[in-house]
């Protein structure tokens, strides 16, 4: 929901950093390697109990994953590249819920399995969805120039990220912000449904 009103605010400097790196020859690919890679640290971080360097890590992933895109505009979008990108990208939000579990199980267990669930199945609807897009030659430029159609939805990229901010900065409220969220999340899914439900008869 909140992507639509941030990319545009945040997307001329994401340009001047890309132009830089793609001069220095830096491809997209290596930046979505190197985002994962630091959301991975993140996760550590985090399921060590280290929610600070676990945030700070997690917001550099994310300017790391809003650069591979940016780069990409200007090198060339290939379709390896928009693979990684989408495979990247739901392994890291898998791994942040499943570091709270790991920091406190006790206390996390269950809402991170809800929230887990909530994004196995939003993003199969997301996934789904782009497929029979892709087959009916379907185009869309809601969230800019994507590799694959690119359905909207209230729980987006940077609702994510304020709610894993949330989860770094208030651990103990982890199982509301993640039930809260998995609600979202579940709304979102529903509503995609309901959209293939009227475009694809």
Excluded: H
Excluded at 84 to 98: S, T
Excluded at 120 to 145: D, P
Aim: with cysteine; hydrophobic share 60%; proline share 2%.
């Amino acid at each position: 929901m909140l992507d639509g009103w941030v990319r545009p605010r945040i997307d001329p400097m994401l340009d001047r950093i890309a132009a830089v790196l793609a001069r220095r020859g830096v491809s997209a690919n290596a930046i979505t390697i190197g985002a994962f890679a630091v959301g991975l640290a993140a996760a550590a971080a985090i399921a060590g109990g280290a929610y600070l360097a676990g945030l700070i890590l997690l917001l550099a992933s994310r300017l790391g994953d809003g650069l591979d895109g940016a780069v990409a505009r200007i090198g060339g979008k290939s379709d390896l590249g928009g693979y990684l990108d989408i495979v990247l990208d739901f392994a890291f939000y898998g791994a942040i819920p499943m570091a709270f579990v790991l920091a406190d199980p006790a206390a996390n267990a269950v809402a991170g399995a809800v929230l887990l669930v909530a994004f196995y199945v939003n993003g199969s609807s997301f996934l789904a969805y782009a497929v029979m897009a892709e087959r009916r030659k379907m185009e869309t430029s809601a969230r800019g120039q994507k590799s694959l159609f690119f359905t909207t939805g209230l729980a987006e990229a940077s609702e994510t990220i304020l709610f894993f901010a949330a989860f770094c900065l208030f651990p103990q409220w982890f199982a509301a912000l993640a039930y809260a969220f998995a609600a979202l999340t579940f709304y979102t899914a529903i509503s995609r449904v309901v959209l293939a439900w009227r475009t694809l008869r």
